[in-house]
Nanobody, 127 residues
Framework: VQLQASGGGLVQTGGSLRLSCAAS????????MGWCRQAPGKEREFLAA????????LYADSVKGRFTMSRDNAKNTVYLQMDSLKPGDTAIYYC?????????????????????WGQGTQITVSS
């Protein structure tokens, strides 16, 4: 499966952005999807994951309550709605996919469980 992320940009502290990730080349509805980010000089960080059906989501503590992940299987697209953005959210954001779906969604906190990655989109939050 190929993944194409979009929607990044520059935003002020407290602002919002919505990222999209369009998938092609696979049966999208059979993939668990995730979002991760990597800030300069830091390791890649898990942010969120969503079950193939969309019925369950999982978030890192650092973004819980501020970020919302969703998917539209009819459009082969996942979204990450980001609210109350902070300068610490500045990073390159990546979407990820993997199939078959895992039995326990919390397993997706380990980025190594995702085998397909998009190219990344830059988000910069100014103070």
């Amino acid at each position: 499966v190929q993944l194409q992320a979009s929607g990044g940009g520059l935003v002020q502290t407290g602002g919002s952005l919505r990222l999209s990730c369009a998938a092609s080349g696979g049966t999208f509805s059979r993939y668990d999807m995730g979002w991760c980010r990597q800030a300069p000089g830091k390791e890649r960080e898990f942010l969120a994951a969503i079950r193939w059906s969309g019925g369950r989501t999982l978030y890192a503590d650092s973004v819980k309550g501020r970020f919302t992940m969703s998917r539209d299987n009819a459009k082969n697209t996942v979204y990450l709605q980001m609210d109350s953005l902070k300068p610490g959210d500045t990073a390159i954001y990546y979407c990820a996919a993997d199939s078959p779906p895992v039995a326990i969604l919390s397993e997706r906190r380990r980025e190594s469980t995702f085998h397909y990655w998009g190219q990344g989109t830059q988000i910069t939050v100014s103070s």
